[in-house]
């Protein structure tokens, strides 16, 4: 048996236009009939009369496919990412310009007490 | 893609893209929801009928399988499920057969499927994997003796199964 026989027989198992006299030769020999066969049976074996499964009456509505949980979780961290990026990568300047543009906070607040801390002015 | 077309595109192709997308990724749920993912992208797609639209439904039908493939890569090892076997073959035999095709390198598989299981002609075979009709003939003849050799033992009783 030769590679050329089986290969003749495969293509005229699949519907190919083969040369007769290839085929005629690839026939007069029992291995490659051998292999004819098994080429069948591999057909037969992988040939199914399961029905159809219910889910695949109707095509399903376009606008109702299956959430893709994992991309939309996907595109938050990116997001998250991304922010945190443009932080980290602002000028430093920008950020305490904020602060020295306007009047600074009270850190304490001292209080005098009229007659303790101070006395009036006696006229 | 207008809707009617797709639905007739559906009713036509269902069947053969369900069982051809069953063999190649061994998982009925995941089969059913890429047959409907399958005609679902068809309607996004841009696309006039043809001759060749069996070929551009099983394109798709094979992307997504890949696709699929690439996410589930770690549970490449569950065991493959038999799909109800045919009437000349027992269960034992089916299952032999559905794992040596599995063994088959990935464009082998596809092209045995798409021949044996969905019924694809050369031209469309080369159509759908993006490759010459060469190459399929020459691939077909390849996958047919890799499991010829694979299952040389099972595969003398595979036709026994019947009596």
New interface residues.
């Given amino acids: 048996m030769t590679?050329t026989h089986?290969?003749v027989l495969?293509?005229f198992c699949?519907?190919?236009v083969v040369d007769p006299d290839l085929l005629a030769a690839a026939l007069d020999d029992p291995r490659a009939r051998a292999?004819l066969v098994?080429?069948a049976?591999?057909?037969?074996?992988?040939?199914?009369?399961?029905p159809?499964?219910d889910?695949?009456t109707r095509?399903?509505p376009?606008l109702v496919?299956?959430p893709q949980l994992w991309a939309a979780l996907g595109g938050a961290a990116a997001m998250l990412v991304l922010l945190a990026l443009t932080v980290a990568l602002l000028p430093h300047g920008w950020l305490r310009a904020t602060h020295e543009d306007g009047p600074p906070s009270p850190t304490r607040v001292v209080r005098y007490e009229p007659g303790v801390d101070w006395a009036p002015e006696r006229r | 893609m207008h809707r009617e077309l797709?639905?007739a595109l559906?009713a036509h192709y269902?069947?053969p893209v369900?069982?051809f997308l069953y063999?190649l990724i061994g998982d009925?749920a995941a089969a059913?929801?890429l047959?409907?993912?399958v005609?679902?992208r068809a309607?996004?797609a841009v696309y006039e009928a043809s001759e060749r639209e069996r070929a551009w439904v099983f394109q798709i039908a094979r992307n997504l399988a890949r696709d699929h493939g690439r996410r589930m890569v770690h549970r490449r090892s569950v065991a493959l499920p038999p799909?109800?076997?045919?009437?000349?073959?027992d269960r034992a035999?089916?299952l032999a057969?559905h794992e040596a095709?599995a063994r088959l390198p990935d464009l082998e598989r596809e092209m045995f499927?798409l021949?044996?299981?969905a019924g694809l002609?050369?031209d469309e075979i080369a159509l759908a994997c993006e490759v010459t009709p060469d190459a399929v003939?020459?691939r077909?003849?390849r996958a047919?003796?890799s499991?010829?050799e694979a299952?040389a033992p099972p595969?003398v009783h595979?036709?026994r199964a019947r009596s």
Wanted: proline letters at 3%; hydrophobic letters at 40%.
């Fill in positions: 590679d089986t290969e495969s293509a699949d519907g190919a292999a098994d080429f049976r591999l057909r037969a074996a992988v040939t199914s009369s399961e159809l499964p889910s695949l095509l399903r376009a496919r299956r | 797709v639905e559906f269902r069947t369900y069982r063999r009925r059913e929801d047959t409907q993912d005609f679902v309607l996004d799909q109800e076997p045919s009437a000349f073959v035999a089916a057969v095709i499927l021949r044996e299981v002609t050369y003939r020459n077909l003849h047919r003796l499991l010829r299952l595969i595979l036709n």
